[in-house]
């Protein structure tokens, strides 16, 4: 089916770990994004790439890297994972990042850091 | 920069009842506006969009949203509700440019009783 695919779906690490949550859209959208949703506080932004070799800090980005490798994926890379990075993540794709494109959004991950 | 307020955390109605989620924003020109749904695990899908033309707009699902620019406000309605309309629903609000990424609410919990 035609999306946008998270990987993994869930994961657990220990406080220090690093690990990369990968995203792809098979959309030939031009802008990607990653989104960290806690409960009552809705969605956050941490990282955007308007277009195939750009990125761009968003309103949480301390702690996370980001690397758009080609115009289908955008990874998500916590390099000292801490406890307050538990969350669920989303990635998603547009054809731009303003204007009356709707986003379209993975499933998640669901990240628990111990 | 453009701001966007839901007022209800949580909404509960029954089964066949009408339902309004409100929605007001915060924006100096015309804005872009969305709603999404959220399913229980999953990513937010897209339900209707505005950005010009007829106030009233139809989405997916039998959703309709009407933008009151007086009144700042794009509330969401559905005549009457299924029990498989149990989610999380997100406003956004977009603005003109391309590189104005859409602010989203923090969400409105949506509980059917049978």
């Known amino acids: 089916n035609a999306g946008v695919t998270q990987t993994p779906k869930f994961q657990v690490l220990k406080t220090g770990q690093s690990m990369t949550l990968q995203c792809a859209q098979d959309m030939n959208h031009n802008s990607m994004y990653w989104y960290r949703q806690d409960p009552g506080m809705g969605l956050r932004l941490i990282y955007y790439s308007a277009s195939e070799g750009t990125t761009d800090k968003g309103e949480v980005p301390n702690g996370y890297n980001v690397s758009r490798l080609n115009k289908r994926e955008f990874s998500l890379r916590l390099e000292s994972a801490a406890p307050s990075q538990t969350s669920v993540y989303f990635c998603?794709?547009?054809?731009?990042?303003?204007?009356?494109?709707?986003?379209?959004f993975g499933s998640g991950t669901r990240l628990t850091v111990v | 920069a453009q701001s966007v307020t839901q007022p209800d955390i949580h909404i509960t109605v029954s089964e066949g009842a009408s339902l309004e989620l409100r929605c007001n924003y915060s924006?100096?020109?015309?804005?872009?506006l969305f709603w999404y749904v959220q399913s229980p695990g999953q990513g937010l899908q897209l339900l209707l969009k505005y950005f010009s033309g007829d106030t009233l707009v139809q989405g997916i699902k039998g959703f309709e949203a009407e933008f009151k620019r007086s009144q700042s406000s794009f509330n969401l309605r559905k005549p009457s509700v299924h029990w498989s309309d149990a989610a999380e629903y997100f406003c956004a609000v977009g603005a003109l440019g391309g590189s104005y990424i859409p602010t989203f609410g923090r969400g409105t919990s949506l509980i059917v009783h049978p």
């Open positions: 998603a794709s547009s054809e731009a990042p303003g204007g009356p494109y709707g986003y379209t």
């Open positions: 924006y100096g020109a015309t804005p872009y």
